[in-house]
């Protein structure tokens, strides 16, 4: 509860009450904010973010850190653009692929290891908070994403000075794109990608990513029931609809319930819609009986909430 304090003399400061209230919250809530560096380039569809993704293919850009919020298909994108297959296990039996794809964790020598293998290819790096977590992945990356043309790698160590296989050092062409959810600023490392890298921001609208969603997803029903619900929505992530439509042919007949508290930020909200779908309650007074007792909030409540979802969301039932 927040406290009203007061001055010496007895006065009530209602805006210093309110700071004191606010403080901690902002507080938490500036920590969570990712950062989006000066100098990225914004993107809010599919055709630009293809249209880049093209170029470094081509090889006309050297270094691209693709930034963006989950679940919008970046990684896809790159994979698709760079035609990476989702299933290839990199090991040196596939060396002679075309393109590196490093996704998770990886010891600092296996990355070192696979970039020998794979040098002058393209190299794909999809964790990058994961690897400048890890001082010597750090080592690694800063000469790979140096600004030169032809850069040296090295790795002096008992592990390549007594192995015939794999050099102590080597050079290198190899174009790199870095793929990261949040950008944080937070040591030089991690800086002085700002100056060396095209950064890309990409910021889809849901609706971009329900279209985009259309031109793979095959289940009709959990795609519209989204489609409906979409001004609703406050981030969208391709995830919902795998996870909607695995659900929906498991035989759960709730899904779009659960779905509902998924997607929906606001809980009294979610519960209202839910409610609108539970077929055992046949009457308006039982359903806001139902909200009562799940979120301990007045009729009123209710009645507010559920004008606001007919507003924006679809027919009450709607399948």
Same mark, same amino acid.
């Given at each position: 509860m927040c406290r009203v304090f007061r001055h010496r003399r007895g006065a009530v400061s209602k805006s210093h009450s309110r700071r004191k209230c606010t403080t901690r919250s902002d507080m938490r809530a500036r920590t969570r904010t990712p950062i989006r560096p000066k100098e990225a380039i914004r993107l809010a569809t599919y055709s630009q973010l293809d249209l880049y993704l093209t170029k470094f293919a081509a090889g006309e850009l050297g270094l691209v850190l693709l930034l963006g919020r989950h679940g919008t298909g970046k990684s896809e994108s790159v994979k698709r653009t760079l035609r990476v297959s989702t299933n290839e296990a990199w090991s040196r039996e596939n060396a002679q692929a075309d393109v590196l794809h490093v996704e998770g964790h990886i010891k600092p020598f296996g990355l070192y290891v696979s970039l020998? =293998?794979?040098?002058? @290819?393209?190299?794909? !790096?999809?964790? #990058?908070?994961?690897?400048?977590? $890890?001082?010597?992945?750090?080592?690694?990356?800063?000469?790979?994403?140096?600004? =030169?043309?032809?850069? @040296?790698?090295?790795? !002096?160590?008992? #592990?390549?000075?007594?192995?015939? $296989?794999?050099?102590f050092s080597f050079s290198t062409t190899s174009r790199v794109i870095l793929i990261a959810n949040e950008w944080r600023t937070v040591n030089p490392n991690v800086r002085a990608l700002e100056d060396r890298a095209i950064i890309l921001h990409f910021e889809p609208s849901n609706a971009e990513v329900h279209r985009q969603v259309a031109t793979w997803f095959r289940d009709d029903e959990v795609y519209a029931f989204i489609g409906r619900i979409l001004p609703c929505i406050k981030s969208l992530s391709m995830r919902h609809y795998w996870k909607a439509s695995q659900l929906r042919r498991a035989g759960f007949t709730d899904w779009r319930k659960s779905l509902l508290?998924?997607?929906?930020?606001?809980?009294?909200?979610?519960?209202?819609?839910?409610?609108q779908l539970e077929s055992a309650l046949h009457s308006e007074s039982e359903r806001v009986q139902r909200f009562v007792q799940v979120t301990g909030c007045s009729r009123a409540t209710y009645f507010r909430r559920k004008k606001k979802w007919a507003a924006t969301g679809p027919p009450y039932g709607a399948e």
């Open positions: 020998w =293998e794979h040098r002058n @290819r393209p190299i794909v !790096l999809d964790d #990058l908070d994961r690897l400048y977590a $890890d001082a010597d992945c750090v080592r690694l990356l800063k000469p790979l994403c140096n600004s =030169e043309p032809v850069r @040296r790698i090295s790795w !002096l160590t008992n #592990l390549t000075l007594h192995n015939e $296989d794999i050099p508290e998924m997607v929906l930020p606001d809980t009294q909200l979610a519960c209202v819609a839910a409610i």
